[in-house]
């Protein structure tokens, strides 16, 4: 649905439908911290920016540009092959179990644990890479 | 739940994903395929984790939490991306009052 409606205000919202099924997988693995983290961030903040972007933009069905048929067939074709090769790959690996609801290495207070106790160092780049991309989209999007 | 089903699921995901990079030209929706790409690769390391943490859960009380904390910096890095993401293709809309990729291989001349 993402990928085949042509209207991409409708794609944007089976983007969210998809991201929210996804969180319900990460609440049906008990990663509950994930999976507020991801309906958050991700159906929240970042959908919410795409649909500002196509709204700014005015895009409708008319506008939306088109590949010719064959480079679309070739395009799925390939997507088709390589989906036929991972699965027929990886049919007959030993079928280890991922137990649902059991274990809390999810809950916030193990996570923060770990987060701030192994990986500060990696948290904080990612903050400086926060504030560098901020500063990127500002200075890109200015008008000059 | 053997582990295989959540690998089929993150495959598949992915290989929509990849499917609307292939066939789309419109930049936003291959900018959302690349965003559903990185989510399967988190579900596939959320689920990964809860296997490692159930096979070694006695040893030690955290495993697994690791690839829970990558899936995290995954999501800030793919956050980081698409602010800037959208950033150029706003750019680029106002200069070619189009978001059609075909556009940009005036790149190359």
């Known amino acids: 649905m993402v990928v085949s409606s042509k209207n991409p205000v409708y794609s944007v919202l089976w983007l969210i439908i998809t991201f929210f099924a996804i969180s319900g997988h990460y ?3 008990n990663a509950q911290f994930l999976a507020i983290v991801n309906i958050i ?20 069905k008319d506008t939306e540009p088109q590949k010719n048929k064959w480079l679309k067939l070739a ?29 809390d290495i999810g809950l916030i207070q193990n996570l923060g644990n770990v987060l701030f106790k192994d990986y500060v160092l990696p948290f904080e780049i990612s903050s400086i890479l926060f504030l560098s991309a901020m500063v990127g989209a500002v200075v890109i999007g200015k008008k000059e | 739940m053997p582990i295989n089903y959540y690998i089929f699921l993150s495959i598949a995901l992915f290989v929509i994903g ?30 990964f984790s809860k296997m490692h943490h159930l096979a070694n859960a006695a040893t030690n009380i955290n495993a697994g939490s690791d690839g829970q904390l990558f899936v995290f910096f ?36």
Do not use: P, Q
Not at chain 1, 41 to 60: C, R
Not at chain 1, 80 to 103: I, Y
Not at chain 2, 88 to 99: L, P, Q
């Open chain 1, 75 to 103: 395009g799925a074709v390939a997507g088709g092959c390589l989906l036929l090769v991972m699965v027929a790959a990886l049919r007959h690996t030993e079928k280890n179990m991922t137990e649902l609801s059991k274990g």
């Open chain 1, 27 to 29: 609440v049906l693995l």
């Open chain 2, 18 to 47: 990849i499917i609307g990079v292939l066939t789309r030209r419109n930049a936003i929706i291959i900018f959302m395929c690349i965003e559903l790409m990185l989510n399967a690769v988190n579900l596939l390391f959320v689920a």
């Open chain 1, 41 to 60: 961030v991700y159906a929240g903040a970042i959908m919410v920016l795409f649909l500002f972007v196509i709204m700014l933009m005015n895009l409708s």
């Open chain 2, 74 to 109: 995954i999501m800030v890095v793919a956050a980081a991306e698409v602010s800037v993401g959208l950033a150029i293709i706003v750019m680029m809309y106002r200069n070619t009052h189009s978001i059609d990729v075909n556009f940009l291989n005036r790149l190359k001349h």
